[in-house]
């Protein structure tokens, strides 16, 4: 099992960046995928990116390719998530979420009910 923390999130204006954070506890977080997901309201839990446990593989939402990027730290048990030219439409609660279970296409990863643990969240909030 493994707790995930999210950290990171916070107001900016259109156009300026943020890095989340999500440190996980655990001795064996390379064996797990990871990713991020957002939540607006109104709106559908939405995928935003992930990366595999040995950062080989990486897939991201069309709406985030080019201005997002997902990256981890193995030794620091710490997956991150670099958001540049933010734009008003990304305000969302971000998702930090991990799964063991070996897919044998990266674009399985992308939907939600794949992953077994979830972090809290953290809010981001872009003003235009």
């Known amino acids: 099992q493994v707790q995930l923390v999210e950290s990171g999130g916070g107001l900016v204006q259109a156009g300026g960046s943020l890095r989340l954070s999500c440190a996980a506890s655990?001795?064996?977080?390379?064996?797990?995928?990871m990713g991020w997901f957002r939540h607006a309201p109104g709106k559908e839990r939405e995928f935003v990116a992930a990366?595999?446990?040995?950062?080989?593989?990486?897939v991201y939402a069309d709406s985030v390719k080019g201005r997002f990027t997902i990256s981890r730290d193995n030794a620091k048990n710490t997956v991150y998530l670099q958001m540049n030219s933010l734009k008003p439409e990304d305000t969302a609660v971000y998702y930090c979420?991990?799964?063991?279970?070996?897919?044998?296409?990266?674009?399985?990863?992308?939907?939600?009910?794949?992953?077994?643990?979830w972090g809290q969240g953290t809010q981001v909030t872009v003003s235009s």
């Open positions: 979420a991990a799964t063991r279970v070996y897919y044998s296409s990266i674009d399985y990863y992308t939907d939600h009910h794949r992953y077994a643990y």
């Open positions: 990366i595999s446990g040995s950062a080989g593989n990486t």
């Open positions: 655990g001795r064996t977080f390379s064996g797990y995928f």
